[in-house]
């Protein structure tokens, strides 16, 4: 199975920052790499698929990038409604393993 | 518009079982493959298995493998997932989810459905 490695496991940010998050294949996966978020009490919500296809309605300050092993996911200028967990997720093979989620919290 | 609409949650003993149903609308449901996820209470996502548009492949996370079983009706626009032999650690929020097909990710999911197994 391939396993998803997220880093950090939480942040704190300020309005404004940029914020990056990566995410460590244990193998190759090309660019069969998603990226989601989640609030509290909610259903997770695609951002990013394919490595770095924005999915449509998601705004422009959110970005992905990275293939194989590695990847990355920036937020350019954080928002207030960005505060969430985020998920990467492979969809190379089953199982679709998730990353173990990181929580960007407010500084 | 797209909805999936998980059902059948509840508190159960360890050892029961238990049926998830998942009604999808707003979309052609045999053209997709359909996945549950779940989530235990303050921890990640963990997938917990897949089936193809026409039940022809199936797949189950090594932690259900032999307890759970996946399947769908594509006349009635419904997925479900039977559990057996349920665990302590099987209680968490059960998502419903529809995958893409060119390249594969999770699209749209359900609002959950809640499993809690304790004596």
């Known amino acids: 199975d391939i396993q998803m490695t997220q880093s950090p496991s939480s942040l704190s940010a300020s309005v404004g920052d940029r914020v990056t998050i990566t995410c460590r294949a244990s193998?190759?996966?090309?660019?069969?790499l998603n990226w989601y978020q989640q609030k509290p009490g909610k259903a997770p919500k695609l951002l990013i698929y394919?490595?770095?296809s924005l999915q449509s309605g998601v705004p422009s300050r959110f970005s992905g990038s990275g293939s194989g092993t590695d990847f990355t996911l920036t937020i350019s200028s954080l928002q207030p409604e960005d505060f969430a967990t985020y998920y990467c997720q492979h969809s190379y093979n089953t199982p679709r393993t998730f990353g173990q989620g990181t929580k960007v919290e407010i500084k | 518009e797209v909805q999936l609409v998980e059902s059948g949650g509840g508190l159960v003993q360890p050892g029961r079982s238990l049926r998830l149903s998942c009604a999808a609308s707003g979309f052609t449901f045999d053209d997709y493959a359909m996945h549950w996820v779940r989530q235990a209470p303050g921890k990640g996502l963990e997938w917990v298995s897949r089936i193809s548009w026409n039940s022809g492949t199936i797949d189950y996370a090594d932690s259900v493998k032999g307890r759970f079983t996946i399947s769908r009706d594509n006349a009635k626009n419904s997925l479900y997932l039977q559990m057996d032999s349920l665990r302590t650690e099987d209680t968490a929020l059960y998502y419903c989810v529809k995958e893409t097909y060119t390249v594969p990710y999770f699209d749209y999911w359900g609002q959950g459905t809640l499993v809690t197994v304790s004596s």
């Open positions: 394919a490595a770095s």
């Open positions: 193998q190759s996966i090309s660019i069969y």
